[in-house]
């Protein structure tokens, strides 16, 4: 897992869907997000930052004051925030680093109203670990769309949420074939073996070689 080429993909994670005011709208959603959730995508994030991969944030944002931009779904189902709007900042437990990209999309795919995929190939990512929610909703289609363009996807299954386990469980068996399907606590073994076998190989570079003229050491 090149760090160079991995990035982790950080989807609506922001104050109009799982944010504070969500507590009293949406009470059950809300306490299973900070319980299960939440602690598995700053685990990710403090992975991801660790090893140097590319972080990009996602959120749901008009770039109209009236939404006349967004997606007929959205428009549809009434999705969407003012551009600029509280509703739109990434929640303080996942905030983004100063030069981590934030881009607003108003589709469920930011591969449809993002620049995302030039973004990814200028920067020379192969690798894209998914997380964020909603499970059944924008983490499918991104997670399909992004097979669909050849990159190689890895959803994080317990940094992602729906409206109920249920609906969560129900859209990995949708889109397990579009790529891996594993825990945060995977992803950070990986990581971990990948570290070690970093260490062993930059200690046999250093280590002193055995002669192969051993009369001569004689």
Known sequence: MDPR???LLLVDLQEGTCGAEQASQRPGFHGLFRQRTLPALQRALALARRQGFE???TVIANLTADGRDRSLDYKRC????P????????IAELAP????LVLPK????????????YL???IGIERLIVAGILTDQCIDHTVKDAADRGYRVICLTDACMAESLERHQAALDCFRGYGELIAVAEL?????RRGNLDGAAQRDAVAPQPSLNQDADA
């Open 5 to 7: 080429r991995t990035a």
């Open 120 to 122: 990814l190939r200028n």
């Open 106 to 117: 108003s589709s469920s795919s930011p591969f449809n109203s993002t620049a995302l995929d």
């Open 78 to 81: 009434g999705m969407g925030f």
């Open 55 to 57: 972080v990009i944030h």
């Open 97 to 100: 680093l100063a030069d981590e």
């Open 188 to 192: 950070a073994e990986r990581l971990g």
């Open 83 to 90: 551009p600029g709007s509280a509703q739109t900042r990434v």
